[in-house]
């Protein structure tokens, strides 16, 4: 059974940086594309980061763009996220989600293009 699971979130002043971590189960890593979202009260759920398992390949939101950085230990079968310079506005729940279909999506920062998904971890940045 696949599964993954998000760690690392929790309280930070602006300025501020974390680092959160999905841990996954179920599945051999290989070619495939992972992603992480979030979804701020009342918003719609966005997708800020993806990485091509295969060559290390990532693509980044305009929000977060130089910023936030994504990165695997494939030996670990766990994908990271680094986020530095945090602002207010990076307060939300954030979500790992798989694509095990193989290579990368079309779209690979929509929500359509992933199946599995953790439960999610909330992430709060304060002024």
């Known amino acids: 059974e696949v599964s993954l699971m998000e760690s690392g979130g929790g309280l930070v002043q602006a300025g501020g940086s974390l680092r959160l971590s999905c841990r996954t189960s179920g599945f051999t890593f290989g070619d495939y594309a992972m992603a992480w979202f979030r979804q701020a009260p009342g918003k719609e759920r966005e997708g800020i980061s993806c990485i091509s398992i295969s060559d290390g390949a990532t693509q980044y939101a305009d929000s977060v763009k130089g910023r936030f950085t994504m990165s695997s230990d494939n030996a670990k079968k766990t994908v990271f996220l680094q986020m530095n310079s945090l602002k207010p506005e990076d307060t939300a729940v954030y979500y790992c989600?798989?694509?095990?279909?193989?290579?990368?999506?079309?779209?690979?920062?929509?929500?359509?293009?992933?199946?599995?998904w953790g439960r999610g971890t909330q992430v709060t940045v304060s002024s």
């Open positions: 989600a798989a694509d095990l279909r193989g290579g990368i999506g079309v779209d690979p920062l929509m929500r359509y293009e992933y199946d599995y």
